[in-house]
């Protein structure tokens, strides 16, 4: 069953505007960590930010916030004010806290497009 | 302070040949992951390092690829046999442990012919 789920191939917004781009889990852990991650096309992974499963309010890194709704296990992530070089892939992770590995566990990602 | 950093950045090698990618983490990280992306996906998980020791190999997807960290710092994926399907940008990151997140280098592309 596949863990991290982004629904959208890709997403396209105009300069200054809001994007929410989404992100499903599945897990049967308690305790677990989801992040996002930035891919521009030089190919790095850029954190963004991180949520962990037992933080009450939603995680925020200036114009990115996180909004994690646990009862639908989604943590979709919205980007403020998008500027052109947010233009990217965007993954969606999670760490499972069992069994001592911290492997992430990365979505298909989101191909974002902002436009001028 | 230096990000992670791995070399080489592109690796061209024949069907069948050995290869070494190599991985510098932050100074002072004790975690240390290799990860593999291939084309239009996620990067999926290889191996995890807790200091010298891989604590989760689970990844690995088969005894051709094989990786090492001997002091705790620097680590080595090393790939036998080199087929076709391991063409793929190979990422390694790492992490002062615990819920801390993933630093990620560059990453080596792996084009096998």
């Known amino acids: 069953a596949q863990k991290i789920t982004q629904t959208q191939p890709g997403m396209f917004v105009q300069e200054k505007e809001a994007v929410t781009l989404d992100c499903t889990y599945d897990?049967?852990?308690?305790?677990?960590?989801l992040f996002w991650y930035k891919q521009p096309s030089s190919g790095e992974m850029i954190f963004l930010i991180y949520q962990g499963s037992y933080d009450e309010q939603n995680a925020t890194e200036g114009r990115y916030s996180l909004n994690f709704q646990k009862a639908r296990k989604s943590a979709n992530l919205v980007i403020s004010a998008s500027q052109l070089g947010d233009s990217a892939m965007y993954f969606c992770?999670?760490?499972?806290?069992?069994?001592?590995?911290?492997?992430?566990?990365f979505g298909k990602g989101t191909k974002l497009t902002v436009n001028p | 302070g230096a990000g992670v950093s791995q070399t080489p950045s592109n690796k061209v090698t024949e069907k069948g040949k050995y290869v070494e990618l190599r991985c510098d983490p932050i100074s002072g990280h004790t975690a240390l992951y290799w990860y593999r992306q291939s084309l239009g996906q996620g990067p999926e998980f290889l191996i995890y390092f807790q200091g010298t020791g891989a604590a989760d190999d689970s990844g690995l997807p088969n005894d051709r690829f094989f990786a090492v960290r001997p002091e705790g710092s620097v680590s080595t994926l090393k790939i036998q046999r080199t087929e076709r399907g391991d063409s793929a940008v190979y990422l390694c990151?790492?992490?002062?442990?615990?819920?801390?997140?993933?630093?990620f280098g560059p990453g080596t592309r792996l084009t096998v012919t």
């Open positions: 990151a790492s992490s002062s442990g615990g819920p801390n997140e993933q630093y």
């Open positions: 897990t049967s852990d308690q305790s677990y960590g």
């Open positions: 992770a999670m760490r499972e806290n069992q069994g001592g590995s911290e492997k992430l566990v």
